[in-house]
């Protein structure tokens, strides 16, 4: 078997595929329904390097490849979750000093606790970094203590159980997800009757509530013909009109206007057709749809948008992105013409747009590098922090210019999941290869005990204080309790789990710079006592 191990340490890429292939196979396997996903690569790839350390054998992936992998995943992640994080951001600043809370308190316990045990503190150090399963964290307490040996055996000792520790957590966020509150509502679309004899403007309808409806035909009597809905039409009496929205919306619209007609608009093609089309022009990706101006450009009106497997209402202030699928009602004479505006080709959903892969990530990578002062020292959030801030700003603009700031949901989507299982793979086989190491010192069971107790003071008061104090539904939570872990193996697990729902990254992304920035501080106090 050496001779295996000597074979693939010498060549590195072969390594890493077979990693990534064979673990992958693994994580497909499911017990009872649950399977490990992505990070059964995380996992095998320990067990391989800590096997292959057994017969004397360096079983290493470059650090070079998961830095990559990693500035990937986390650059393609902020690109998907720009468009809603800031907006998230603004009612959300209580949940991320809570996170910041929950890990300071955690670094206060592993300071108790390690001294009840009688740990030596530069292992302490270690041994929080890797419960909470940060790197950067572990090379900031290794700086702060002036000893590299003390707080690499801790953290190698308790990273693995920080891992499944979190898994745990996910797996119980996720038993009620069918009860989540903040799922994304099921659209339905509706032919109404009028009965008011107010006439009601449509603009001020969609206002009023919340611009979470949109009216996509109005038909003026029974042979009349039907025509693209204009937000300044007034509604007469009999007229008929199609709303699309979530169903309690327009269950509310409907009693407010008359009733539901046995009429279905959007069945009559004789006058205006329907068709969905993808957003494959650089000219319509950037831009909200109310600066497309399609009513008085074609006299279409766009009423959904499918971006990744959800859609929503097309309200004016909604940006559209590459790949995005928009349904589009328009006269059927000028359908074609919609459409190769739009593009409308598959390349919108696998174009990576190079410009932005390159610039962003350079920026990224540059930001990461910056040394902020502190007392005591200075710290750097890294190349992973950076490339997830530089990601949601350039996902949040759409478009700088002329130039397209975003990627297509797909293409970012698989570029995130191939740097997240490169990082996977090669944080396995350093963390292998320290850990047969870190056995062999005799304060291991303590030191064990110790990573515990700090991941699971973590997840429980992750758990307590997002589901009691601030109601948040167990989805979103299993990206919280990810990103506040800064592991991209929970992240994993969750998307599996939730079939990738977009609230699992939008919690991730939402708390993870704050995590980072909160665990490298920690990590430098904690090297320093």
């Not at 000792?157 to 009860?179: E, K, P």
Request: proline share 3%; net charge neutral; glycine share 12%.
């Amino acid at each position: 078997m050496s001779e295996v191990f000597l074979f693939l340490a010498q060549q590195p890429v072969l390594l890493l595929f077979v990693v990534i292939g064979v673990g992958s196979a693994i994580g497909h396997v499911r017990v009872r329904g649950v399977g490990l996903g992505a990070a059964a690569v995380l996992f095998l790839a320990i067990g391989l390097s800590a096997w292959a350390a057994s017969y004397g054998v360096n079983l290493e992936i470059t650090e070079a490849l998961g830095t990559l992998g990693l500035c990937l995943f986390t650059f393609c992640v902020g690109l998907v979750s720009g468009a809603t994080f800031f907006s998230s951001l603004r009612r959300s600043l209580a949940p991320i000093l809570a996170v910041a809370g929950v890990l300071v308190a955690s670094a206060a316990v592993a300071v108790g606790v390690g001294g009840v045990l009688g740990i030596d503190r530069a292992v302490v150090a270690g041994a929080w970094a890797g419960a909470v399963t940060n790197t950067p964290a572990l090379a900031a307490a290794r700086d702060a203590a002036g000893d590299a040996t003390g707080p690499t055996i801790g953290y190698a000792v308790t990273y693995l159980f920080g891992v499944v520790g979190m898994l745990v957590a996910v797996s119980l966020a996720l038993r009620h997800r069918d009860l989540d509150t903040d799922a994304p509502p099921t659209l339905v679309t509706r032919t109404v009757r009028v009965e008011a004899t107010g006439r009601p403007r449509i603009e001020d309808l969609e206002e009023r509530h919340g611009d979470r409806i949109k009216f996509s035909r109005v038909r003026r009597g029974e042979e009349a013909p039907i025509r693209t809905a204009d937000g300044g039409d007034l509604l007469l009496l009999d007229d008929l009109v199609t709303v699309v929205g979530p169903a309690e919306d327009v269950d509310a619209v409907t009693r407010e206007l008359g009733h539901a007609s046995s009429h279905r608009l959007e069945a009559d093609r004789l006058y205006l057709d329907m068709r969905r089309m993808t957003v494959s022009a650089e000219r319509a990706a950037g831009r909200t749809i109310g600066e497309l101006d399609l009513l008085h450009r074609f006299g279409a009106t766009i009423s959904r948008v499918r971006r990744g497997d959800v859609d929503v209402v097309a309200t004016d202030d909604f940006q559209l992105q590459l790949g995005d699928r928009v349904r589009v009602i328009a006269p059927r004479e000028r359908m074609a013409e919609v459409s190769a505006w739009f593009g409308d080709s598959a390349r919108g959903l696998s174009d990576i747009v190079p410009v932005v892969l390159g610039g962003g990530m350079t920026l990224g990578i540059l930001l990461g590098a910056v040394a902020f002062p502190v007392p005591g020292g200075h710290f750097a959030v890294g190349s992973a922090a950076g490339t997830l801030l530089v990601g949601l700003v350039l996902g949040r603009l759409g478009r700088v210019g002329p130039v397209v700031t975003a990627m297509p949901y797909t293409a970012a989507q698989a570029i995130a999941e191939l740097g997240l299982l490169i990082f996977l793979a090669q944080a396995g086989t350093r963390a292998g290869a320290q850990i047969g190491a870190a056995f062999t010192s005799g304060d291991w069971l303590r030191i064990l005990l110790l990573g515990a107790v700090v991941t699971t003071f973590v997840a429980t008061g992750l758990y307590l204080v997002m589901r009691r104090v601030f109601r948040v539904g167990g989805t979103r939570l299993s990206g919280i309790v990810a990103g506040a872990q800064t592991q991209p193996a929970v992240l994993a697990f969750a998307n599996g789990r939730t079939g990738y729902d977009a609230r699992v990254a939008l919690g991730y992304a939402l708390v993870y710079p704050a995590a980072m920035v909160t665990k490298i501080v920690l990590g430098q106090l904690l090297g320093g006592l």
